[in-house]
């Protein structure tokens, strides 16, 4: 068995990544979707791949935040349509994602990142083995894209949630 991952952050953390969170939503007390959309090689999906789950997403949970956290090189494959946020400190980066509802990202670290402060987490997978990279702990899952449609995604991400 593997053991889940805990970044241990300390109370002080939690409650500035809610101040950095308040920042970027209308509302704190609305569920908010934290999506990272950038993954290197061959572990990433297309812009056109992301625009057509965001669109969903948008649809689907209209009345649901959604925050979009950046890699080092400040790109968003949905084009800055949300609300971003960046950092260095991986410590400030998980703070906040501590504070949202969801996290939906690509096979990365940041997506480890999100399952070790405890929130549920989706890992999208296309090319690495989703059984040995998953995210590990409780309420998160992989979703391997070559055998999930958009509207199978979303689903999965409704059950997540707790729409």
Known sequence: PIHDLDLKLSQSEIK???EILSKL???INTKTICLFTHARD???FSEKWWMELYNRL???FADINIIEVLPGEKISNI???E???YSKNVREIGALIR???LFIGPH???MHLASAVQIPTIGLFSSTDSNKYEPYNEGSLAVNTNYYSNNEIIKIIAQRIDC
Do not use: A, L, R, Y
Request: aromatic share 8%; glycine share 8%.
């Open 79 to 81: 084009s800055f349509s």
């Open 99 to 101: 504070n949202t509802s």
């Open 16 to 18: 500035m990544g809610k």
């Open 25 to 27: 939503v209308k509302s």
């Open 83 to 85: 609300p971003t946020f």
């Open 42 to 44: 061959e572990k990433g």
């Open 108 to 110: 990365s670290d940041i």
């Open 58 to 60: 948008k649809k689907e």
